[in-house]
């Protein structure tokens, strides 16, 4: 089923909230060190993911190239932006958040990154889920913390992840009907390979080690086709 991930995705945002709403007193250190956890998983399936390449020029080529495209239209500065301008649009209520706020909140960090995108992507490429599931316990944690805050808004959050991510995956099954099956496993080897690099660097945030604007990295994804596009009708 080429939505699993997504549906697994969207329930642990679920069941997370839930969780939050009941443990409201979760000490700082263990919510440290289970998001060091996390990370470290994350920053692993990053690097097996990059060893999928066939010609690591490519990836680092496209990495390079949409990390230049990324900063020029300052795609993490525009996500920034939007986030402020929902929450200045948003009713407020003088004690806390409302379900409004949670929601948008919890969608803000859920949608954006290069996480769901490729996640979805190889769901529908390759029935590949392990990105989505990994990004769904990320998001189950992360829901539990931001719920015992935000309330119960956070839990609405799975709808929009759901159809974004969904939308993306059955998009993704329809490209092998028009693209030869050669350029098409060229793609993908590649397009995870710098993927891979993407979600490592997720990995390494959410250790604390670096902080890597990731969202302008994702053109890089774009770069690659057009590159072993090229390369395969040469």
Same mark, same amino acid.
């Given at each position: 089923?080429?939505?699993?991930?997504?549906?697994?995705?969207?329930? =642990?945002?679920?069941?997370? &909230?839930? #969780? @939050?709403?009941? +443990?409201?007193?979760?000490?700082? %250190?263990?919510? *440290?060190?289970?998001?060091?956890?996390?990370?470290?998983?994350?920053?692993?399936?990053?690097?097996?993911?990059?060893?999928?390449?066939?010609?690591?020029?490519?990836?680092?080529?496209?990495?390079?190239?949409?990390?230049?495209?990324?900063?020029?239209?300052? =795609?993490?500065?525009?996500? &920034?932006? #939007? @986030?402020?301008? +929902?929450?200045?649009?948003?009713? %407020?209520?003088? *004690?806390?958040?409302?379900?409004?706020?949670?929601?948008?909140?919890?969608?803000?960090?859920?949608?954006?990154?290069?996480?769901?995108?490729?996640?979805?992507?190889?769901?529908?490429?390759?029935?590949?889920?392990?990105?989505?599931?990994?990004?769904?316990?990320?998001?189950?944690?992360?829901?539990?913390?931001?719920?015992?805050?935000?309330?119960?808004?956070?839990?609405?959050?799975?709808?929009?992840?759901?159809?974004?991510?969904?939308?993306?995956?059955?998009?993704?099954?329809?490209?092998?009907?028009?693209?030869?099956?050669?350029?098409?496993?060229?793609?993908?080897?590649?397009?995870?390979?710098?993927?891979?690099?993407?979600?490592?660097?997720?990995?390494?945030?959410?250790?604390?080690?670096?902080?890597?604007?990731?969202?302008?990295?994702?053109?890089?994804?774009?770069?690659?086709?057009?590159?072993?596009?090229?390369?395969?009708?040469?």
């Amino acid at each position: 089923m080429i939505l699993f991930g997504t549906i697994v995705n969207a329930l =642990l945002i679920v069941i997370g &909230t839930i #969780l @939050g709403r009941f +443990l409201h007193n979760i000490p700082e %250190r263990m919510k *440290e060190t289970i998001m060091y956890g996390i990370g470290l998983a994350v920053a692993v399936i990053g690097i097996q993911m990059t060893f999928e390449s066939t010609q690591i020029l490519i990836v680092i080529i496209s990495i390079v190239v949409g990390a230049v495209l990324g900063e020029w239209m300052d =795609l993490d500065d525009k996500v &920034t932006k #939007l @986030g402020q301008w +929902l929450e200045i649009k948003l009713p %407020r209520k003088e *004690e806390g958040m409302n379900i409004s706020e949670g929601f948008v909140t919890a969608t803000l960090i859920f949608v954006v990154g290069s996480m769901a995108i490729i996640g979805a992507i190889d769901s529908g490429l390759r029935n590949d889920h392990n990105v989505l599931v990994m990004k769904g316990i990320i998001d189950g944690f992360t829901s539990i913390i931001l719920s015992s805050s935000l309330g119960i808004g956070v839990a609405f959050a799975a709808i929009p992840v759901f159809l974004y991510q969904g939308i993306i995956t059955v998009l993704s099954t329809q490209i092998s009907q028009y693209i030869p099956q050669a350029l098409l496993d060229f793609f993908i080897s590649e397009m995870t390979a710098t993927g891979g690099l993407m979600i490592l660097a997720i990995g390494l945030n959410l250790i604390g080690l670096t902080k890597i604007r990731v969202a302008n990295l994702v053109p890089g994804i774009l770069v690659v086709g057009v590159i072993v596009t090229v390369i395969h009708f040469l």
